[in-house]
T-cell receptor, first 111, second 117 residues
């Protein structure tokens, strides 16, 4: 069956460091992969989309990679700040517009 | 500022009662998704629509849940009868697609928190 795996354990890092979050998927062949941020009590907010023919995508302090051979996407936040603390969700886009999310990884950035 | 609007924000009800959640997608968006979020399961896709037509509702318990789009400005999710295990936050999201593939972002509402006693 199709599965999306993100680290269930919270990731704790110091301000200024680079945070790296992992998204692994099995039994999928997504053409795209999206990343979202969710704050407590709020709906997810779109951050980045990467296509299968793109190895890397950047937006300000964010960087996403997409390895279709490893079936993995990595999400990096450089020069992390306490305001980056949130849950980050990945969503491989499969089939006809079907957007299914991983369980998310909680990031905690300490000052 | 365009946004997805969901009502109610919070609902407490008793087991067996009917619950209806409403969503107003962003004007001009042609896809609408319903998700349920719990601590244990994360975000689960319940159903989604394109141009008001249901494309997939395989994630939804058919015996008690129903999802409809009476018009382009309103999507509803109904639970009848509700059960305690339905307690969760229900999110609606809308997006704009073209050419048969979803390359665009989804815009989420703030969610409807449902508690069934």
């Amino acid at each position: 069956s199709q599965k999306i795996e993100q680290n269930s354990e919270a990731l704790n890092i110091q301000e200024g460091k680079t945070a790296t979050l992992t998204c692994n998927y099995t039994n999928y062949s997504p053409a795209y992969l999206q990343w979202y941020r969710q704050d407590p009590g709020r709906g997810p907010v779109f951050l980045l989309l990467i296509r299968e023919n793109e190895k890397e995508k950047r937006k300000e302090r964010l960087k996403v990679t997409f390895d279709t051979t490893l079936k993995q996407s990595l999400f990096h936040i450089t020069a992390s700040q306490p305001a980056d603390s949130a849950t980050y969700l990945c969503a491989p886009v499969t089939g006809f517009q079907k957007l299914v999310f991983g369980t998310g990884t909680r990031l905690l950035v300490s000052p | 500022d365009a946004r997805v609007t969901q009502t109610p924000r919070d609902k407490v009800t008793e087991m067996g009662q009917e619950v209806t959640m409403r969503c107003q997608p962003i004007l001009g968006h042609n896809t609408v998704f319903w998700y349920r979020q719990t601590m244990m399961q994360g975000l689960e896709l319940l159903a989604y629509f394109r141009n008001r037509a249901p494309l997939d509702d395989s994630g939804m318990p058919k015996d008690r849940f129903s999802a409809e789009m009476p018009d382009a400005t309103l999507a509803t999710l109904k639970i009848q009868p509700s059960e305690p295990r339905d307690s969760a936050v229900y999110f609606c999201a809308s997006g704009l697609t073209s050419g048969g593939s979803n390359t665009g972002e989804l815009f989420f509402g703030e969610g409807s928190r449902l508690t069934v006693l």
